[in-house]
Each structure stands twice: as C-alpha cells, then as structure tokens.
C-alpha cells in the first residue's frame, strides 16, 4: 500500500499541514505494516491472513492545549486528507472546552533521519514451505509471520523521521503425546536452513526430556539457570515503572532503594539501551532522536532512568529523549563468562528454566515480582536433567535474580525480536544472555 512508501506519506503530510491556521501545531506518527500471518496446528496451515494497515496517530497543538486522537489510513491520497481535515476539526472543537496543560511539550523541527532496511527475505509461499518442511512429523503449533513494517513522525514545523524494515519470525511450539510443549523462535532478516535446523534440534532434543515422567519439586529455594528468554521476561517488568523518571518522582517506581542508592544490584550486571540492534527507530513521539547507547545500570549501580521531555519539565531536570512510556525500547545486558556447555555442570542440582509467563509486581515497594514456570523447565541432578516438572510459582525480588543471588552470566546472549501483534506487529527486542542464579524461592 501507498502508506509504506516515504514519499507517499510526505506528500500526504504535506497537504495536511496547509490546512492548519495560524498558531496549530500538528504531529502524524505513522505505524504501517504488510504482513503474512500464518497459523499452524499439527504442522499444517490452518489459517492465512494478509494485513495491510497504517495506523495514524495524531497530536494536534493549540494554544496551551492538546489532544491526541487515531485513524486508520486507505492509501489514498484524497480520501485520506478528508480524513484528517475532519479530525483537525474536531480537535479545534475539542481544545475550546479544554484548560491549559501548564506541563505542555511543544514539538519543534529536529530535523530528519532515515533508515530502511530490506534484505531478500523467502517469499510468503517459500516461508511457510521452509518452516514445514523440515518439521516432518513433529505436532507443531505456532504462527508464521513476514512482512515490512514502518514507523514514521512528522511535523508541520519540518521533521521527517522514517523507519522501515522487513523480517519474519517462526514462533512455534512442538508437542509430545502427553501434550506437553516445548517453545521457541527463530527470527530474524536472513533465513538461514541449518540455523532454523539447529533451533528445531534443540526443541526436539528438550521435548524427548518432556515424555520422561513429570516430577513434582517442592516449594523453597533453589539454584537456577535462566535461558535468555526467561531472562527477558523478568527484565520486561522493569518497563512498569521500574526504570521511569517520571513514575520514581510521582512516588510509583518499584526501584526506590536503587534510585536513591541504598541499593546496589550485582557487579556482574551491566544494562545498556543500544539502538545498535536495528530492531527499533530512535525516535519518540516528538520525534526526538535518542542516543544510540546509554547506560541504564553499569557494574549493579544505577545510572540513567528514562525521563521523557514531559517528566523534565514538569520536575525541572533534564531529559533523555525516552518516549512517553519511559522504559526500555533496544535493552541489552551485557555477557559474562558461562560457557554453554558448563551451564549444567555448574548449576549442579536445581531446576532449569526456559520460559516464565503470568508475571507482574507482587510487592512494588520492594521490587518483588512473581510469575509461573512455563514449557520446558527441568529438575537436574549433579549435572544432568533428570525429568521436566510440574508448572510452580516464584515470588522474587528483582533485587536478589540481578543483585545478591546472580552467580554467573553466559558468555552468548540471544536476539529476541517482540513478536506482539495486538492490533499492529510490534518493533523492537532485546539481546539476552542466560543467567545461573542462587536460592530463587518458589511458592507454589
């Protein structure tokens, strides 16, 4: 459609902002995608959708005033510009009965920036023809995706900021005659068959574990190793206001004892925003263009939280050009020395653990989380898995999995792209290495 393409929506921009008058400000933050989804039961297509879509986010200025209002696009050219002649009106009507916002963040013209990347990727038959294929037998279940997304802001005072990119990802689970599932991903730009040969492997190799007899582990504490995607779990919390200027000075963060320094977490931990991972843009809704690295916690202290331009100026301190969420948009924790094959030798006897779901904040004040074991999680003995286990429940500070309870850091870490897709595919991801970690308390 028209909407992925930058001179379209220039083009598109540009007619729109001659409608506004003297004094109105307007920002468009386009979200666009053309996507292949695929759902796939027993290792065959069950279902094919096509999406193609561009979302518009519209913040219109007045005055002191503002609003913020959605509509969807059809890519063409004149029904869309009625389309949003329409809404500034609207918004017009609105902003009269509206009081001045004295912490009001007016846009500005920062410029332009571009990237766009588009390697050769299958087409959507060879995708879906690749990922079957060398599933044979297997009872796979999952979704298939490719396509091209887009995120773009402009303004009418001059900034253009456009982001484009095309990938896939094959996120699946393999299932054994007892139902029991093992979960994985491959993802990423260039499909490559010995890799995704190698993460099927490494399922089929867990899910042979899974037929052995499930045991049931007491509650208590137990040393742990972590996979990456586990790890990511845990670390998405932090993006509930666990790293937000604005949440700490409103008396809502969930790390108070590290913002205000009576904490550390473990020297071993290092976490950095790097948009060197290409899997998001720079850009918040402003059109801001943060640093391409910063340092969030380096060695267990605590250096930057995100503070959007609203949070800098509500509470006079400088931003960090965060977007209005202010959390974690390109997180990487930086690896340590774990080798791969010493993770089990080294956890010794604990549980091993691959996935984690129903997580959230059991104690904000103190930084204590909890969640359930998911897919593929085994009890190991002087080194070697003896038998998967039955679903528990852990009740955790943030403070001992990164802080006092961390005993070693992979030397490998993992790209883990988001593969949401709640009205739009989502950007973005995180670099994640595996963790080995003491006495984790299970509750449940």
């Known amino acids: 459609m028209l909407f992925l393409d930058k001179e379209f929506f220039n083009k598109f921009a540009g007619i729109v902002y001659g409608q506004l008058l003297k004094g109105e400000i307007l920002t468009l933050s386009l979200s666009a995608e053309d996507t292949l989804f695929v759902r796939v039961n027993s290792n065959k297509v069950r279902q094919i959708s096509h999406v193609c879509q561009g979302l518009l986010n519209i913040c219109f200025y007045q005055n002191n005033k503002s609003m913020s209002s959605y509509v969807y696009l059809s890519g063409i050219l004149d029904n869309d510009v009625l389309l949003l002649k329409k809404e500034i009106e609207i918004s017009r009507e609105i902003l009269k009965g509206l009081p001045d916002d004295p912490f009001i963040v007016f846009p500005q013209n920062l410029g332009a920036s571009e990237y766009e990347s588009l390697p050769k990727i299958p087409s959507e038959a060879e995708i879906v023809e690749l990922a079957l294929s060398q599933s044979g037998q297997l009872d796979l279940a999952g979704l298939i995706t490719r396509g091209v997304i887009v995120r773009a802001n402009s303004n ?261 792209p988001n593969t949401g897709s709640y009205e739009q595919r989502d950007v973005g991801g995180a670099k994640i290495p595996g963790m080995l970690i003491k006495d984790f308390t299970f509750t449940l």
């Not at 007491?218 to 190793?225: L, S, T």
């Not at 972590?226 to 937000?244: C, F, K, Q, T, Y």
Request: aromatic letters at 12%.
């Open 156 to 416: 009418s005072l001059g900034q253009l900021h456009w982001f484009k990119t095309q990938n896939f990802y094959v996120d699946y689970s393999i299932y054994n005659h007892k139902q029991n599932a093992v979960k994985n991903l491959y993802a990423g730009q260039n499909w490559n068959a010995n890799s995704f040969k190698d993460n099927l492997n490494a399922s089929i190799k867990k899910l042979k574990i899974m037929d052995k007899e499930t045991k049931t582990v007491p509650r208590g504490q137990y040393k742990v190793y972590l996979e990456p995607a586990a790890v990511d779990d845990i670390l998405s919390i932090l993006n509930w206001e666990g790293l937000s200027m604005g949440a700490h000075k409103r008396g809502k963060g969930s790390l108070k004892d590290l913002w205000e320094g009576n904490k550390k977490l473990s020297p071993l931990f290092t976490l950095t925003e790097d948009f060197n991972l290409s899997l998001r843009h720079r850009f918040n809704e402003l059109g801001e263009l943060a640093d391409m690295k910063m340092p969030v916690i380096e060695r267990g202290e605590l250096k930057n939280l995100f503070t959007s331009n609203r949070t800098a100026k509500e509470f006079q301190i400088p931003s960090n050009k965060a977007s209005s969420f202010e959390g974690m948009r390109s997180p990487v924790i930086e690896t340590g020395t774990l080798k791969r094959e010493e993770i089990l030798s080294k956890l010794g006897t604990g549980l091993y653990i691959s996935n984690l779901h129903y997580l959230n904040w059991s104690d904000r004040q103190s930084a204590r989380i909890t969640g359930m074991t998911r897919y593929a999680c085994f009890w190991v003995e002087n080194g070697e898995i003896q038998a998967p286990i039955k679903d528990l429940r852990f009740d955790e500070s943030i403070y001992h999995v990164f802080g006092s309870g961390l005993l070693e850091i992979t030397e490998f870490s993992e790209i883990l």
